[in-house]
């Protein structure tokens, strides 16, 4: 599964427009990062599932959640899972598409993930805001890539 130490990665950044010293909590993702690039090298950005930091950055725009996937696949680890990861301010909840089992912890009162609490009945809820949350930005799911080398 996707853990928080796998998602969570210090991402610093120096630039002009970047207020010196900030620290931006919201979630974010990695694949947003071709569009700080272009940003701030004054070129349009390509067509992409990253979103520019601009906003979070001077104070404009704020996230709730950031998503991420992985493609696992038999050959490589033994099982086939199409993974997909809501990662919110205080929860991570991770999905296998495939087989619609998971994992959600509650990263203030278990930090270290250690409990999983998707199957938990008192989680229910955060699980449907989650779930909900990965239906609002369809667009950013990214399709699989076509299987080469040694898949």
Known sequence: MLYNGLLRVPCPILGPCIPAGKVVDDPVNTL??????????????PETHGRSWRGLWDGHESRDFALSEYEVDAAR???????????S????????????????????????????????????RI????????????????????RVGWH
């Not at 680890?77 to 990662?87: K, P």
């Not at 805001?129 to 890539?145: E, G």
């Open 32 to 45: 947003d990062i071709l569009a700080n690039a272009t940003g701030l090298a004054g070129l349009a950005a």
């Open 77 to 87: 680890s033994a099982v086939d899972m199409d993974l997909m990861t809501i990662r």
């Open 89 to 124: 301010d205080r929860y991570r909840m991770s999905i296998d598409l495939r087989t619609d089992t998971g994992e959600l912890y509650d990263l203030q009162k278990d930090p270290h993930e250690m409990t999983s609490r998707f199957y938990d009945p008192a989680f229910r």
């Open 127 to 146: 699980r449907k805001q989650h779930r909900d949350l990965y239906r609002t930005r369809p667009s950013d799911v990214i399709p699989a890539a076509p």
